[in-house]
């Protein structure tokens, strides 16, 4: 960030590209969830709607990502994917929890302990996908309510918050 004249900011592009890219990145999610309300009150007009800012918003995420960082290297990738559920399961989610038991939110407990939970998933599968250096063949499941991911075959009920198995969404 730049100073210049009386006080006033200016941001560097790729300040200003990394700002664009979480607002958009934000967006998107936000709008996906949107659409998911819209389209259980019967109003599939207005789902799509959210369905299709969405995807720009996802579009808008993927260019101003790839003028930042060289997306090509699958390896480099899956090592970025790994380090970032690392310092999740690591530091962020842990002082996340201990944060909201302090103010006894109990609501932000279970949806942290749901995320941490899943990024321990998440960063097992990337470490096995570096080491070994091959593509991933088993199927996984995630559980549409907590997030879960399971590999191989989904289990009668999520082991996080007993969603039944015929819910689950295969991958």
């Known amino acids: 960030m730049l100073l210049c004249g009386e006080g006033v900011m200016f941001m560097t592009t790729e300040e200003n590209l990394r700002n664009a890219y979480a607002g958009e990145s934000q967006a998107m999610v936000r709008?996906?969830?949107?659409?998911?309300?819209a389209r259980s009150k019967g109003l599939e007009g207005i789902a799509r709607v959210f369905e299709?800012?969405?995807f720009s918003e996802f579009v808008h995420a993927k260019n101003h990502l790839k003028v930042l960082e060289d997306?090509?290297?699958?390896?480099?990738?899956?090592?970025?994917a790994y380090a970032g559920e690392t310092y999740e399961i690591t530091e962020m989610y842990p002082r996340f929890y201990e944060e909201a038991e302090k103010e006894g939110n109990r609501r932000a407990m279970n949806s942290i302990k749901w995320a941490l939970e899943t990024e321990k998933v998440?960063?097992?599968?990337?470490?096995?996908?570096?080491?070994?250096g091959e593509d991933y063949r088993?199927?996984?499941y995630v559980c549409p309510v907590c997030g879960y991911a399971m590999e191989g075959e989904a289990?009668?009920?999520?082991?996080?918050?007993?969603?039944?198995?015929?819910k689950f969404v295969e991958f």
């Open 155 to 166: 289990p009668e009920k999520c082991p996080l918050c007993n969603t039944p198995k015929e």
């Open 122 to 132: 998440h960063a097992g599968i990337f470490k096995r996908l570096i080491e070994s």
């Open 71 to 80: 997306l090509n290297d699958v390896r480099k990738n899956l090592e970025t």
């Open 52 to 54: 299709a800012a969405s």
């Open 31 to 37: 709008y996906r969830i949107f659409a998911e309300i």
């Open 138 to 140: 088993d199927k996984i």
